[in-house]
């Protein structure tokens, strides 16, 4: 194997030294063309002269041209550069107002989330306030049938107690006692006594009391009146027991209203929490849609700059390479003379006129 490699390198080497040798051939074959006459001569020297001149003229032009394409390029890259730190800008103004947009946006769900829970909680003590005035509602009705039922009562011992004519005519019936207790007690509760004036009304009370209570106990011995009475005992207790369950409903009522309406004070404290944060929410998602929107607009602009001076990168590449190809030529000239002037030229000078053209 690798005596072939060998082998393909010679042949190679060998077809190079050919070219070579071809080149130079025709290189002095053309050099023993005939000398043209003085004035052909004349003449070619001076179409040359006036060719230098054109290709000075239009390498000074060219150079200008690069000179301002330069310019233009360096002023194109520094508005890009401009530009493209504004999109920057505008970008990062964008994540930040989408940051606070988040936070904004997080807390008024947090906030909707707390109303909703408190808004359940308020439904639930508005039920049990209901409930228990419904109760409140039930238990007055039996309470006010008891108290029917003691009215009732009451009305019938009446009529069962007649005033009889007391052996002591001084002696004071049973209702004027108890108007007389009534006053009393009125005056006590209600009028600034001093301490004699009320230690004696308080006296005045307790006698009254006494001698109420003795003649009710004897009329209560009476045996068509006794049952009545232990009816009416029953029916007052029953009665008190109902009002006691309505006090205790009509209270635990209140108590869930209070809370309900405490809880809907909360929530509307919140709400107007979450409708601020909501705004906020609005007004940071807004300016960064707009920051957004500056900066694709920027992104574009600095797009179209980068085609601008791809367009200059071009021309100054085309520009210096026309420049490169013009040495190039020159040389190859300059070359091409020495080498009619029977210098001999090596096997670069060879190449460089093969690659101009001129063999």
Known sequence: MDEFVEEIQQIDSQEEQQQVEETVVLAEQEAQVEVPAEETVVETQTENVESEIMDEVSASAEEEDDIQTSENLEDIEQKRSIMNNDAERHRRLRDELNAQTKEWKSKRDALNSKVRELVNEAGKCREERDSFNQKVRETKVLRDEWNQKVSALKDQISAL???????????????QLKKQLQDLEYTQQTKSLGKDKENEIVKQISVIARQIDEREKTFEQSGE????????????????????????????????????MKLYEEVDSLRKEADAAQAKFIECKQAADEEHKKHIEQIKSV??????ASVLRNKKSATK?????????????????RFKSGEKLSTDDLMALQKSGYL
């Open 303 to 308: 797009h179209e700059i980068d085609k601008d």
């Open 161 to 175: 107690r007649p005033e009889r004519p007391s052996e002591d005519k001084n002696e004071v019936p049973v209702k």
């Open 225 to 260: 009146i006794k049952e009545v009475i232990q009816q009416l005992k029953e029916a007052k207790v029953e009665a008190e027991a109902a009002h006691r369950l309505v006090s205790e409903h009509a209270e635990a009522a209140q108590s869930s209203h209070d809370k309900m």
């Open 321 to 337: 390479k026309r420049k490169v190809d013009t040495e190039s030529k020159k040389e190859a000239k300059e070359i091409f003379d």
